[in-house]
């Protein structure tokens, strides 16, 4: 299971709210804007700790086929059959790609194009996670494993505007930070391109 559906109602909230504000208050109602977005984290914190609760690890009778539940080999046929960290590898490589294509290319229809790379690639990586998770791991292991990719999600996605932000004043120039970000993606994507599967290939067919 992923948090892309839970993710969905916030960022369509954030998404349709800040526009109106800055258009209400200006610009400088930017930090008002963030501070009302932790507030409302902050009240749905306990409601997601006891959806955290309720969950259990599926039970696997023996001789049991692999559950099914989340359709990663339909939803993405060649790469779900990888059991390494090429498919993450290759989604943040995407990703980078997008990031950077603004500042190399500075055209219409490139920038299109980069909206695009990134929009797609970059709600990818949850699924490629899962994937990896459940070729990798027993099932009793798949919540504490996604609980903690979904944390390091978490804590890169406010890590990283902020670093960005830092070096866009440091140089004064966003197109630096967006190049920095390229290639710290880059980097990423060559480490998790070294992950091998966890298991043989005889332990993951059963």
């Known amino acids: ?46 409601l997601s700790l006891w959806a955290a609760s309720r969950l259990h690890a599926p039970v696997q009778q023996a001789g049991q086929a692999r559950s099914t539940s989340v359709p990663v080999r ?7 059959c990888y059991a390494s960290g090429l498919p993450l590898a290759l989604i943040v490589a995407c990703v980078a790609i997008g990031t950077a294509l ?7 229809p490139v920038l299109l194009v980069s909206a695009v790379v990134f929009g797609i690639s970059v709600f990818m990586q949850p699924g490629a996670g899962t994937n990896f998770v459940r070729q990798n791991l027993p099932p009793q292991a798949w919540g504490s494993a996604m609980s903690l990719m979904t944390l390091i999600f978490a804590v890169t996605q406010i890590a990283g505007p902020y670093g960005a932000g830092l070096v ?12 920095a970000a390229a290639g710290v993606l880059l980097i990423g994507a060559a480490l998790v391109l070294l992950q091998r599967p966890l298991q043989p290939p005889e332990v993951r067919a059963r």
């Open 1 to 46: 299971m992923t948090t892309a559906p839970l993710k969905r109602p916030w960022l369509v909230l954030a998404g349709g709210s800040a526009p109106l504000m800055l258009d209400t208050w200006g610009p400088a109602s930017w930090p008002a804007g963030w501070l009302a977005i932790g507030a409302v984290s902050v009240c749905a914190l306990p």
């Open 74 to 80: 339909r939803m993405l046929p060649v790469l779900a």
């Open 102 to 108: 603004p500042v190399v290319l500075p055209k219409g």
């Open 168 to 179: 866009a004043d440091r140089f004064g120039d966003i197109g630096i930070s967006l190049l």
